[in-house]
Nanobody, 119 residues
Framework: QVQLVESGGGLVQAGGSLRLSCAAS?????MGWFRQAPGKEREFVAA????????RYADSVKGRFTVSRDNAKNTVYLQMNSLKPEDTAIYYC???????????????WGQGTQVTVSS
């Protein structure tokens, strides 16, 4: 079981930037970011593989968000630029064996970090 701890959330104005971090206690093949806004289902944001450095993004964040990782620190990052009010959500880090956008494919989850974008 891999423990995941997110950090870096907060309040930012529209157009601003935040960087989320996810520290993992071990290494899994894929690390993903998901988010859940009030009254909405959890949705995929981005994912990255540890070995091949392959990434994938939701259409809604392409060109604005960048996922990266530091293998030496077992840490994954989500750099979020040009933030919009609709990006407001709790952001979760997840780990799993498949490079997927399906939350059911991930079996380790962090506690989440709140991101609020004001207009």
């Amino acid at each position: 079981q891999v423990q995941l701890v997110e950090s870096g959330g907060g309040l930012v104005q529209a157009g601003g930037s935040l960087r989320l971090s996810c520290a993992a206690s071990g290494r899994r093949y894929v690390m993903g970011w998901f988010r859940q806004a009030p009254g909405k289902e959890r949705e995929f944001v981005a994912a990255i593989t540890w070995g091949a450095i392959s990434t994938r993004y939701a259409d809604s964040v392409k060109g604005r968000f960048t996922v990266s990782r530091d293998n030496a620190k077992n840490t994954v990052y989500l750099q979020m630029n040009s933030l919009k009010p609709e990006d407001t959500a709790i952001y979760y880090c997840a780990a799993g064996p498949f490079h997927s956008s399906d939350s059911n494919e991930y079996d380790n989850w962090g506690q989440g970090t709140q991101v609020t974008v004001s207009s």
